[in-house]
């Protein structure tokens, strides 16, 4: 099945769309170069220069651009996130179950950030403006909008990853077509989009919180040893389009003296940080103990 529908499977899209959505080709025509950040600071403005000044003057071509830009809707004000903000490389080992599935279905208002580098932090208004390949695929939505509002074959993929099942973010691809979405789908009053690739990665919270606890208590001590994170597959459950892999994870510590390296699992890791806070405390109240009979016993 093509990717893009062809046009008589298109034709039930929103006429008021397609009409809005003209380009305005005629390099002369009033208002179809206008910078709508033209006046900002120039220091500011530089952030685009990696090719993303000869894309604005491309995208605001198209009327629907245009309209967007002097009418903004709130949400695309809002700074597409990075994905490192959520899942570090320290968490990826405490991933218990990875879920994969090639026909899922997405809210694209979920979708709140993105692996790619160049677009996080920008929002996604800028992300329409400035977008280097959004000419190309604002074309190809003029075209045919029903690719945004069927389930088809969608080739490249679009790929979403998620922790939580509730804030999604791009990943290997898709990051112009999921703006373009977000502001097409706003138009026709829906949100989904469908037969797209989803990775939920299940974070075990409460083992990474001990991680951490235990990481801050061993470097602020001093103690002479080192921890780091590991985990083991358990196993794989799947049929035709989709599957979960499960997994164990679990920390491997070496004291530093005497080169010994044990396994310790999250009741284990638990343990050992709340040592280590207790004999912190017992140090600090011999200390406090020691100092006060130093001064009883000088008067």
């Known amino acids: ?14 006429a008021e769309f397609r009409q809005g959505f003209r380009a305005c080709q005629e390099e002369g025509r009033e208002g179809a170069n206008v910078n709508p950040y033209a006046g900002v600071d120039e220091v500011k403005f530089k952030e685009w220069d990696f090719g993303w000044r000869r894309a604005f003057s491309q995208n ?8 967007l830009a002097s009418m903004p809707p709130d949400w695309s004000l809002e700074p597409i996130k990075p994905w490192e903000a959520v899942y570090s490389r320290d968490a990826s080992a405490f991933v218990s179950r990875e879920y994969w599935t090639d ?21 996604w208004l800028q992300f329409l403006l400035g977008g280097k390949r959004m000419q190309h695929n604002l074309q190809r939505l003029m075209d045919n909008p029903g690719y945004y509002l069927h389930p088809v074959n969608r080739r490249p993929k679009i790929d979403y990853y998620t922790i939580d099942g509730l804030d999604y973010f791009v990943g290997s691809d898709g990051n112009h077509r999921t703006c373009l979405a977000r502001f097409f789908l706003d138009q026709e009053g829906k949100s989904q989009l469908h037969e797209v690739t989803v990775h939920h990665h299940h974070l075990d919270q409460a083992f990474f919180n001990v991680y951490r606890s235990l990481q801050g208590s061993i470097r602020e001590h001093h103690v002479a040893k080192v921890i780091w994170p590991d985990r083991r597959l358990l196993g794989r459950d799947d049929t035709a389009g989709w599957k979960v892999d499960r997994f164990e994870p679990f920390l491997m510590c070496r004291d530093l003296e005497t080169g010994q390296e044990m396994e310790l699992n999250q009741e284990q890791a638990l343990d050992m940080t709340l040592d280590l806070e207790a004999n912190r405390r017992q140090v600090k109240l011999q200390g406090r103990t020691l100092s006060a009979w130093l001064k009883t016993f000088f008067r």
């Open 1 to 14: 099945m093509s990717a893009f529908l062809e046009a008589d499977e298109a034709a039930s899209a929103s």
């Open 60 to 67: 605001l071509n198209f009327e629907f651009v245009r309209h």
């Open 103 to 123: 026909t899922g279905s997405v809210n694209v208002f979920r979708v709140v950030g993105t692996m790619h580098h160049q677009y996080q932090g920008k929002t």
